[in-house]
């Protein structure tokens, strides 16, 4: 297992993490989301030894990483790391080297990498002449390139074009499949969506959510309803116990039922408005789960407070 346990780290007052932790299973994919700043790309740099936390560790395979195993992680840092006038393929291969690959080994996979992150025609050409995108793509290789027992990457999907995303995204999958444990920031939520075997929501300094997206939907509290009525009058959802109208529009309209209430009683009450043209249930997206998630129960309250 990689294990972040209990990490808290403060900047002067700001208090960015307290009491971070989650878990990541060999093999499979995790993906770390967040409001901007709300504090991922320290809770990874706390992993690389790149910031100091004030309490809590990293652990790997259940020892807290250390200078060497930090050089079996596979790291793509936020602010990127590479040597703008080296050329992309002696860049990949010196990266590889550092991680303590020999010289032909090296040598071949830089040339794999660049290969199979659509490089293999720009190994020749220092990186500073490269498209940001391509840039990206030649530090997702220094990344991969010395078989890393661990991935930790920030970000790593930003700035890429489809095909890049693809290519990446294969490219991590395999890593998984391999048995490696993957670790990603992204904004991106329906690509985490898509790739992550589990997902954790960072916010006010704590994971507020952890678990698969399935798991996170099933913690949701309301249960969302599509119903489709078109010749309904606006406002006919309203006066139906335990039913808030999410939104609606032309006779569509999204509806939360909570808890106890009966989705029957309310399709007997859209058919009482006429005609229903569909009606089921809803699954919640990543992003409406993120913004639940993110939400500060504060202002929360008030907004109900101010509803009622
Ligand atoms: N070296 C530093 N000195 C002072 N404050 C810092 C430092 N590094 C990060 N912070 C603060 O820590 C908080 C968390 O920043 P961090 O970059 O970890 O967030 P993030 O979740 O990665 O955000 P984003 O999604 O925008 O990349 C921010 O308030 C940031 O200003």
Known sequence: MLEFDGLHKSYGDNRVLEGVGFTVAPGSM??????????????????????????????????????????????????????????????????????????????????????????????????????????????????????????????????????????????????????????????????????????????RGRMVATGTVEELRRREAGRVLRVVVPDAAPGWAAGVPGVRVVSESRGDTLLELAGGTDDQAVLAAALRTGRVTHFAWREATLVELFREAVADPAQQTAREQVAA
């Open 30 to 203: 995790f993906g770390f989301c967040g409001s901007n700043g709300a504090g991922k790309t320290t809770t990874m740099r706390i992993a690389m030894g790149l910031a100091r936390a004030d309490a809590g560790e990293v652990r790997w395979r259940g020892r807290p990483l250390d200078e060497a195993m930090r050089r079996r992680i596979g790291y793509m840092p936020e602010e990127r790391g590479l040597y703008p006038k080296m050329r992309v393929g002696e860049q990949l291969t010196y990266f590889a080297r550092l991680h303590g690959m020999g010289g032909a080994d090296a040598a071949r996979a830089a040339g794999e990498w660049a290969a199979r992150l659509g490089l293999g025609d720009r190994r020749d050409d220092p990186v500073e002449k490269l498209s940001l995108g391509n840039q990206q793509r030649v530090q997702l290789a220094a990344a991969l390139v010395s078989r890393p027992e661990v991935l930790i990457l920030d970000e790593p999907f930003s700035g890429l074009d489809p095909v890049g995303v693809d290519a990446l995204a294969e490219a991590l999958l395999e890593q998984c499949r391999a048995g490696v444990p993957v670790v990603f920031s992204s904004h991106q939520l329906d690509l985490v969506e898509r790739l992550c075997d589990s997902v954790g929501i960072l916010a």
